[in-house]
């Protein structure tokens, strides 16, 4: 059986962004969508277990996925994002959510192979504590911040603290946030000082995502990386790939510098174009050469 360096767990959606202009777009979306693409640009065995409602099958196209290589996790329902922009930059947003998809629960979790359990959330109770507990016992674990800190409230979309950060932080291998994710848990507008706490806590290495760099921290010196995209029409999922692409990179083996630098070029390359990452590694590598000196 094949053994996969990450498997990549959450909630698909249907999005319906509206960009400054009043522009409307619909697409499929969710961390787990951007993720998928931009870990598997890396060359690693990947695989995706997503939540949605079977009727809504059609959205696992995107990935462009072999079929041994994602799971359907049946849900009532699948999540409903509406995003709408009021800048061109894509900074200001506000986000509501008329559906959410059910819990993700230990016992759906495909019995494959894995080196990393990444939990790829959209909202507070997309994971159950024991989901987190369960994945630990088998491998490492990383999860995406906003599934622990943005809740569903009657459709609108509040940022709260994860309330047990103190005792679910230690569980991190990896985790991701966002300068405001990273205030919301710390109270620090400083990032690297935002990672440094995040560390002390417990998390293991931490990754936090900016509009104009990336950083990274695992208890050794901090790490960053300009982003270099030279338009920002495709910024809607920035931090899931990211995330995703430096995962992979840290699971094929790369160091600290060398996977953030990938992450970020991938990054800033799949923000010139709407949609999840299409390009290749060696299509970023090549971006890292023209804008990286690299």
């Known amino acids: 059986m094949k053994t996969y360096d990450l498997m990549i ?19 499929a979306g969710g961390a787990v969508t951007f993720c998928t693409p931009a870990a598997r640009s890396v060359g690693g065995n990947v695989f995706a277990a997503v939540k949605i409602a079977p009727e809504d099958r059609d959205i696992l196209d995107v990935l462009h996925m ?3 290589d994602v799971a359907l996790l049946p849900s009532g329902k699948t999540t409903l994002m509406r995003n709408e922009y009021f800048t061109a930059d894509r900074e200001r947003r506000n986000s509501s959510c008329p559906a959410q998809s059910d819990p993700i629960l230990p016992e759906e979790i495909p019995d ?14 997309d994971f159950p504590n024991a989901l987190i507990e369960r994945l630990r016992e088998k491998a490492l674990v990383s ?26 932080l230690p569980y991190m291998d990896f985790f ?7 205030e919301i848990l710390t109270g620090l507008t400083d990032r690297e000082a935002a990672a440094r706490q995040l560390h002390a806590w417990g998390a293991k290495e931490i990754v936090i995502s900016h509009n104009t760099e990336m950083l990274a921290y ?3 010196e ?9 338009n920002l029409s495709g910024r809607t999922g920035r931090g899931d790939t990211t995330f995703g692409s430096y995962l992979a990179m840290r699971m094929a083996g790369a160091d600290i510098r060398e996977a ?12 010139e174009s709407p949609g999840v990452f299409t390009g290749t590694r060696a299509d970023v590598e090549a971006y890292i050469r023209q804008f990286y000196g690299a």
């Open 222 to 230: 901090i790490v960053t990386c300009p982003v270099k995209a030279r």
């Open 260 to 271: 953030l630098l990938y992450a970020t070029a991938c990054v800033s390359l799949k923000m």
């Open 143 to 168: 999860a995406d911040a906003q599934g622990f800190l943005r809740h569903n409230e009657g459709g609108k979309m509040c940022f709260h603290d994860w309330a047990d950060k103190m005792t679910y």
């Open 112 to 125: 494959v192979p894995c080196k990393l359990y990444h939990l790829a959330g959209l909202l507070y109770g």
């Open 176 to 182: 991701k946030t966002d300068a405001a994710e990273a």
């Open 66 to 68: 072999d079929g041994e």
């Open 218 to 220: 695992n208890g050794g």
């Open 9 to 27: 767990i959450g909630p698909a959606t249907r999005d319906i962004n509206i960009d400054y202009t009043g522009a409307e777009d619909r697409s």
